[in-house]
């Protein structure tokens, strides 16, 4: 479909048939020729001979390239400050230029030119997830990374993104990428994945970059109910009736999975929500609540942390889930919990917590069965949203409220006890 | 076509119907809050409104904004300093990553957050067209643009775009700009473009950008003939007979137009030709040879400045401007006509001159009607491109080089009279 | 854009090419030999050869071709009774069809086969056309015609049409088609063309058929206005100021246009205009009224037979226009005005009569420049189609009664002066 | 794909809501009503409600349906000589068109209306079907089913048929389909199509009609090998190794699927494998076999009623396959084996026959594990195939028909033992 227009009849007929690798230097070499040439063509040949190697490098291999990008195309502190305070004397295109050229290391030109050729920027992103193997214990590749993510934000940046339903008359192989790529409720076979796609009442939209037609980048998962569900497991039911979507009232966004390793920390994610629920509601205008169904991955492990194990009565989880979510922080201010960080950074609120709504491994695992619906009302998310932005202000309903001063009081009798 | 799958379907039907520009806040300070905030909604919000307000802007209120830019949204040189000897005295990742935003300008982030608005990129193509109107005369201005020039040279590389044919079945608002854009040989109606476009020998081929899908951003117009043409009159002449593409054995690169002002000095023409006629041969097998028939548009000058008039003898003629174009340098050793520079640097060889090829007013205002065909042999592109790119050597045919000669002579004979 | 979909990879590149027209046999034989043979290759090698040469016949070979196919290719009576009897002895599959063969001319096969070949739809159309020159002055040819007429029914019957919008951004092949095929208020040049199309309140809605997407069968131009417009001139205005859409009142269907002779008496349009009013409510909920601003081009023909001139005064006009659309009926009983014809039979209602709305030279000959409004009302259209077309009854405003009336009486005072 | 632009905006937006089944007259009633009306709008909503009505019957009410078509629908034998006797009397298109409609049963008519309802044509097909379980018993029913054939041959001709390829980026919907209508090699799950789909070396083709855009007609499963395989275990195998689509010099069609049951005996197979040969033989110029691996189903009951057992030996195996396949014939004298019919009408010739090819439980049923290859000579089919249309000769290699000779001696002796 899509690729079809985005990538030209000639690439896809592969019509520039490379003569491949025949260049005898190293790919360190080939690095400082790509970025040395100022030749289009010779460019997109060197480029394409660095990532064939690269792919066909054994993981060793390419940590050792990725320390050549790190310390021997870094940027000269030497150069910065010269060409700085040639710009200070005599402030002009040309010194700006050599200023802006010296503090900036080379690897990122490296980078940029690499994407010049067809269908490079998939491979980059691949790479990124490479390189990101090493970034926790390596501070040399870590500031490698900071300039993948520096380029990738500016060319994944919403502007060029596109926005697409995936239902069942998708090509198959961009559904066996939503198989792949489900993180959440796994999709376990085609006949799984067809029931979350084919149903009238349910949906599911994709973020795509023309560049790399063919993947997903993130995707939700849709259920349209009547009412708001409190267990995703009778969501999913194999022998659930599917209703007509005009009879829904609510929208359920129950799964949402970031695609591309290679993408962490790249934000485009934020308004894929909004958008959704807004299209939505102009098609099926009986849909009064949008809501999400989520998991609360970080619970036991606080829990733990504060000396108390997943308790079994309903009413005490639900409230210790409340308060978690309101009240348990990082240190930097925000919440602990990723999926809570995530939906009220959107501008959601906190709106039920559910027990023995999770009933999977995972979900028993992490949160003790324990869900949470967040709700987005479109007139108010960006109120929220501003508010938890700047000031920190958590919006949740007057029930979750009261359940997370049950919680905190339930927390300090323990720890009193 | 490509438009209608690369909007998505939300944005296609406007569906994000911004309440409008409700900010009681000047353009600086909302310029200032556009890079300060966090928030994705917001700041596509922000970003709305600062693009609509400099549209309506007049020209000297749109200079005004570019001068906050310039000189408010600037990097801080101290600021630069300190944080490169932090970096010095502990290079890590965060250390790394204050030394980068603190030698980039803030503007920078300005222009990348102004993009993530859907249809923003054509916006910030337009201003760009509009600040250049500024560079030569402001230094400041020109550093703006430096920013500009850097972003788009990576929102715009190659691997980004998609080369697509054009003809009588593309889409009227796409031929639309084909006619408005057409740099080289005005088009001057619609019957004109369908001469271009409709007969069985005529082709024409343009890059787009998918975030500005309805926007050709360069296109080449290609004859296809029985042996290499020496005048373009004939080629567009109402009368001709067309032929059958199968009978053609050769494909001319008659208009080469750059279609966007705001993306000069953007590289990406160059792999045009190369890659338009690979596809060519291999839907046409007959044809044999590709080259240009193209202008000398600086001829008439150059000789002026050696004290020579345009000759009406046409042997005398071929000669001066075979000479011109294989001798006249820039300063910087890079050949003096534009024409010339582009197509030899793309790898393509000095072919033929010929004199009476161009009689329209402007063709013999600027070469007293004197063209020259490039030839782009396909196996040797990459090797002439190298040699010129390397060694500034200009591949001309013997007949070109003794032409030259004797232009040589023509003009040292006429200093010495 | 439908093209490329429709023919397949195969025709699209041209690959069938066959070898050609080396076919001894005159074409009558190669008729009988196609209706022969059960073989689909060899079929479509004898279909594509006899339409190859019947398009290159001077008009008296094709008449000469014609009066084959109806005498030489006709059923025989005899063979029809023995069939017949046959049938009526032992009724059961065999014999019924041996009998439906005998009842049909061997010339509807031959049709039905001939329309296997690629694009042969097409070329069956144009057939038609030429047919349809012949069929007034010819009993025989106009027989022939039954067979065709029957068979395109068939083949473009409503469940194969394909409603599409004609817009600025269609394929300018498809447009040229428009321009050629505009009947009522001609279009004189693209200039026309995107005033019609272009603009924010205005629309163009065609049927196309599968096998000839390129060729628009049928379409209506419409413009949205407020209030219910009494001029075209107006309507069409170079100097109008054109309105949002979503602020129109009124959907005003101004032209429609057949673009097919060769599709004369296949009916297909009357669904069109139902059709469009009612995705045009869905989109622009502001729509309340959707009217014709209509022709009446029997009128000046009429009133001479009745004696009349076209007279001067305007409401004079009116009430003869609206007597003449009310009660001018053919021997038949239907309206005799053709326009009057398709819209009240569609199920409209004539809601307003204008005089000075037309004042082309083609307007002012035809009708003295008086036009009409037919209302179509969706809630009303299924109701006042049955009653006119099971009772004749004739839905209009009571304005347009008396004025009816008024007309009458000034063709009776005539008469009796 | 395809779907999303053969249906209409209106109709996939389910924009015409009927109001439904509100009428309150019987089906037979309807049906009158439906060939009585002549008006478009009223005649679709009564099409509907048949069409719905039908749908929802259970079988014996759908007998009890058909019944009333092929009785009170059928033609008037007097009525068809009365018109023939006024035609023969004063021949013209009044008088014809008379003759014609009374020749004609009214259920044909019926049955074109019904085909105007948008989605009809694919409902109509499955009433065929439906129908067709009763014209073995029934001669009624099986005239009334020559009307539906007529009717089809004329609306699934040839050159309304769209060729596909269908791949991995088809639409999973599609995709569904082809495993469901897979009728040679079953295809048991998602991976085993992936298997027949995905592999550079794997191609599969389908007919489509625009009508019913979702629905294959009919396709074909093609493996890219080296040499011609002699097993369809192997071809098949999970195990095996893809090849590069251009290392290849042979094409495989080892699985040909009709998909509509009621489209039986609709002849548009025909030119299916000689089109995806002619197309793969231009994109893939190193083929130069195009071949079939075909199974005998009709060998063991051939050779039961010899009074025969299949043999174990694998020589005597394939001496009586060759055999059946020469000489086994029906009484109107084409052969005896489906799947030789139509290779053989095709154009194809006998080359290659197998033992131990096909060792799945159905194989060894039909044919003890014996298989055929048959050859398309793209040079050689049209000759074969006149050959073997006009005169029954079928084309074998020297190999295959000395295998049938020493077949034909086994026989006989075994008939003289």
Request: charged share 25%.
């Amino acid at each position: 479909m899509l690729a079809d227009l985005l990538t030209t009849v000639f690439e896809r007929r592969g019509r520039f048939t490379w003569s491949g690798d025949d260049d005898s230097r190293k790919i360190a070499e080939l690095a400082e020729a790509l970025v040395g040439t100022d030749g289009e063509m010779s460019g997109q040949k060197l480029g394409r001979i660095i990532l064939g190697r690269f792919e066909a490098m054994e993981p060793d291999e390419k940590k050792t390239f990725f320390d050549h990008l790190a310390r021997a195309m870094d940027f000269d502190p030497e150069g910065v400050r010269k060409a700085l305070e040639a710009y200070e004397a005599n402030p002009n295109r040309t010194t700006y230029a050599v200023f802006s050229a010296a503090a900036e290391p080379k690897r990122q030109e490296f980078i940029r030119r690499l994407n010049r050729v067809p269908q490079a920027t998939g491979q980059l992103v691949a790479m990124r997830a490479e390189l990101l193997k090493h970034t926790r214990t390596d501070p040399a590749l870590a500031a490698l990374d900071y300039d993948f993510q520096h380029l990738f934000s500016s060319w994944f940046n919403r502007g060029f993104l596109v926005l697409r339903p995936v239902n069942w008359e998708s090509p198959a192989h961009i559904l066996d990428k939503i198989i792949a790529y489900e993180a959440v409720h796994a999709i376990d076979s085609w006949d799984d994945l067809r029931r979350r796609l084919q149903p009238s009442d349910r949906r599911c939209f994709a973020f795509f970059h023309p560049a790399m037609a063919d993947e997903p980048l993130i995707f939700v998962e849709v259920a349209l109910t009547r009412g708001i569900p409190s267990s995703v497991q009778d969501l999913l039911s194999e022998d659930r009736q599917s209703i007509d979507a005009e009879e829904a009232d609510t929208a359920v966004f129950y799964s949402i999975s970031n695609c591309q390793a290679g993408l962490a920390n790249i934000s485009f994610g934020n308004s894929l929500i909004k958008q959704v629920a807004t299209d939505l509601a102009m098609d099926l205008p009986n849909l009064k609540t949008f809501v999400t169904l989520s998991p609360i991955p970080g619970l036991r492990s606080w829990l733990e942390e504060q000396g108390r194990a997943l308790p079994d009565d309903p009413e005490t989880l639900r409230a210790l889930a409340a308060h978690y979510l309101m009240e348990a922080k990082r240190t930097t201010g925000v919440p602990r919990d990723p999926v809570a960080r995530f939906h009220l950074g959107n501008g959601a609120q906190i709106h039920k917590v559910h027990a023995g709504a999770d009933l999977s491994d995972k979900g028993r695992d992490q949160s003790g069965g324990a869900m949470v619906n967040y709700l987005y009302d479109l007139t108010k998310v960006s109120q929220n949203h501003e508010r938890f932005a700047t000031k920190g202000k958590i919006s949740a309903t007057s029930e979750i409220r009261s359940l997370s001063a049950g919680g905190r009081k339930l927390l300090a009798e323990k720890a009193g006890a």
